[in-house]
């Protein structure tokens, strides 16, 4: 089992930073894969960034050179570094866990409200 628990939602201008941060407990030596997904007002939940043991981070096409994920050494925290914010990045952030025992269940944090406007 792992408990997610999101933090640094707000509301920003365009143009402005934001940093996400996702503290897990539990389970979280078995942690193998953690990432961000968004879902905006009457949207699909997708995928934002994911970052794996081992592994290259991978970003969804919107937001490459602009949002950046990273893990502490501990591994059970993960960060979403968002530059450059823009209108259309306005949605709910959910933190994600995938287990190495299990990849294929996915934990999910409450989420955390993201509003980019002037």
């Known amino acids: 089992q792992v408990h997610l628990v999101e933090s640094g939602g707000g509301l920003v201008q365009p143009g402005g930073s934001l940093r996400l941060s996702c503290a897990a407990s539990g389970s979280i030596f078995s942690i193998n894969a953690m990432g961000w997904y968004r879902q905006a007002p009457g949207k699909q939940r997708e995928l934002v960034a994911v970052t794996t043991n081992g592994g290259r981070p991978n970003y969804a096409d919107s937001v490459k050179g602009r949002f950046t994920i990273s893990r502490d050494n501990a591994g059970n925290t993960v960060y979403l570094q968002m530059n450059s914010l823009k209108p259309e990045d306005t949605a709910v952030y959910y933190c994600?866990?995938?287990?190495?025992?299990?990849?294929?269940?996915?934990?999910w944090g409450q989420g955390t409200q993201v509003t980019v406007s002037s």
């Open positions: 994600n866990a995938k287990l190495l025992q299990d990849p294929s269940y996915d934990y």
